[in-house]
Every structure is written in structure tokens, then in C-alpha cells.
DNA sequence: AGCCATCTGGATTGTCCAGTCCAATTTTGT
DNA sequence: ACAAAATTGGACTGGACAATCCAGATGGCT
């Protein structure tokens, strides 16, 4: 009876950490493909090789699958972003931090929304647990993207007026918007320019390099 | 065997009509709600008081039903944005149409998507029919915008420099993105940020008699 | 080796659900 | 009024699916 949350791999064996971790990541790609509701176990058991005592010996019920799905996107989606996450903080590196995002979609076809948002968009108003969960994943987001930019606005290098945390919201946004307009029109140029716009507007409330005041206090 | 596609009440007598009508809007109810994979046709017919005869006498299939959900949401969508959406031709204009957008999420409670959104993130990858008719209404939704932004354009309005279509284009991933956002975390705030930032930039880019651009107002 | 927890196989159950069918009732056109 | 067409009621089917159960295999540990 080991069903601790998640990826936790609490008193498992190797070989029952495997079998573990091949059903959270078989279940992971069909969600993602088709949905959770479109899911069906009996696809996870033959994506990863497993038959049904297993799923339920290591997870309650499909919903604790699902949980141990965001826990896996969410790793999945944030170190798939480094290391460009952990220093957004000059305008080169949004920029950079953009194209990689965009390649991630141009190698997927446009298929597919975010791992993360398109869990959100489905299990928001139906699990209130997966709710919680996606909300702190996306927290963590937020928090990388934010942290960047509050450096740069630490260093001086953008308007004392501008607002670090809102636009790291706003380019959270623009990166969830830019990605189903892209998966819906089977193109990546709204998510180019729904990026582009929001980086555009950053660099706008830059503050030129020549007036730069230098300050040396300590963080 | 009159199976028009979406929302033609072709050879229908009006009683017809109005059944047609109740299966189209229930069943919209409840995909908004609970997403297309989870709402079951016995629901459909429980909340709009019919039979399994009624759902197939008007609709081939459960695709067919989901085909004239987007077109009657489509138009809701469309049509509960006017007057604002066709004449976003100024900065209060669009502020304007950001808080009718707020207000709806608001008295959704955060709960729920965009209603043609959400469709879009379920079905884009798994209905290639649904992906066409979601990105045709999504190019209405954008034309809108557009058109106002290139109205402003052609009245001196905007920047030599600024480019409508795409800041047309970024409005509306700040919307879903917005939405998405708001969904997750149960705000309205991450909504009202992402509007206000794309806002404030159509904003920087105005040309003004003589004030430079000037800070968005107080949220 | 030999014990015991961990892990695995697969048949099975009960429910839900999309879609079918046919007969009954109402509406329309003349 | 009366036939034809449109509309409606509800039982039924076959399959898919989440979840259960028990027997059997494996592997770490002393």
C-alpha cells in the first residue's frame, strides 16, 4: 500500500520505480496528445508495458495518475526551459528564452498545447486538487520569469515605473495565449508575435545604457 | 433526415427549431462546464428535456452536436463583446472592452474558459473538422480587433512603426492567456494584467499632440 | 538457501455511454 | 378533414472503461 503522492518513490524497489515512472510518463504523453478524459487506462497499461494490478498497486485511481502527471509535466515543462528560465534578466535572454519556446512548438507541428496549461484548461473547474497543483506549477512559472526580471530592475536597468511581477504575468500570458492560437491555426507566428509583443514593450520601459545609475548595494 | 450542419433550421418547423435550439444551447451548457469528453449526450438530453430519438433525428453524431456547439458559441462569443468589438479604435475604447472581459470573468467566478477557447485546447489536435471551424471564428474574433487597431492607424493614431495585425494578434493571446491564467489561479488579476500590459503598449506606441505616453491607470 | 515484502499477470465486474430501432404522436399542406 | 411529413418517446445493444481480486513471480536480505 505505497500510494504517497506523486513522484515520491518512497519504499519502492528499482525495478518498482521504473515500472512507476514508465506508467506516470506513458500516461503524460497520451494526456498530452489526447487529453485526460481521452485517456483511457487501458491505452497507459499498453503504452508502458504493464498490466492493471500494477497501476493499482502504485496509484489509488486515475485521479491519482493524473496527479502524478502534473507533478511530472511540471518538472518537464521548467527544466525543459533552463537555462534560460533561471537568468531572464536582460533582453537578449527573453529574447533567446522566446526562441526556444517557439522551436519547442515548430518541433511539435504546432500539435499539442502547453503540458502544463492544457491540464489546466481541462481539469481547472473539475479537480480541485489538480487545481491546486497546476496553480503552484504555475507559480513556479511565474516566480523564474519574475525573478529575472526584478534583477533587471534592481540593476536599473528598466523604468522605476515599470513593474516587474505584473510583467512576468503578462508574459506568462502571452506565452499560454501564443500557444493555443498556435495550435488552433497550425502556426507558430501568433505565438512569435504574441511574445514579440510583450518583450517589445519590456524593452520599452528600458532605460537607455548611457544613464545607467550604478548602484553597488549589497542583492 | 435533415442534418443541415451547425445551426441552418432548414426544412424545420418552428417547434422543431426550438428543440434543435435547446439541444444546441444545453449541450454548450454543459461542454463549457464540464468540457466536450465529459459532458455524456444523457445529460445533453436530461437538461434539454428530449430523447435519444430528438439528438439523432437533428444530429448525425456527438461530432455534429460538438460542430454546432462551436458555432452557437462562436456567436456568443462574438456577439456578447458588441458594441465594444467593433469599434476598438482607441485606447479608451479598449480599456473599455478589457473591463466588459474582466466583468465577464468575474461573474463566472473565475470558473470556466474562454467558451470557444476551451474548445480549441480540447479538440484542436483530435478534430481536424472543430480545429477549422475554431480557428475560422478566432479569425473573425481577430479581424475585429484589427480593424479598429488599423483604423487608428490610418488616422495618424499609431506610430508609423506599429503594426496592427500583430498587436491585434497579441490582444488576443493576452485575452485566452488571460483567461487561462485567471482560470487556474481563481483571479480576475492575472486576466486585468495581461490586458493592460498588451494596452499599455498600443498605448506607447500613440502618437500625441504633445503629452508622451502616460502610465496606465490604477487597476 | 529461504523468508517476506514487493511486485506482477490477467480474468472479472458493474457502470456508463454513444448510437439504433420502431412505434406513437403532432404538425403541415391541401 | 385527411394524408404525408415532421417530430417525439423510450427501450435496447454492444462496446469501452475504471476499478477489483486473487494467485503467482521476483528480488532483497540474513
Redesign the pocket.
Known sequence: M?NAPALRTD???????A?RLRIVAAAADLMFEHGVAR????DVKELAG?????L??YFE??SAIVSAVIEYQTEEVLSGQQPHLAHLDSIPALRAWRDVLVGFRRDLNCRGGCPIGSLGSELADTDRHARAELAAGFRRWETSIRDGLRAMRERGELAPGAKPDDLAVALLAAVQGGILLSQIHRETRPMEIALDTVIDHIESLTVRPRKRPVRSRAR
Open positions: 505505497t519504499g519502492l524497489t528499482p525495478k518498482g520505480r515500472t485517456t483511457s487506462l487501458d504493464v498490466s492493471s494490478s500494477q493499482y498497486h485511481d486515475k
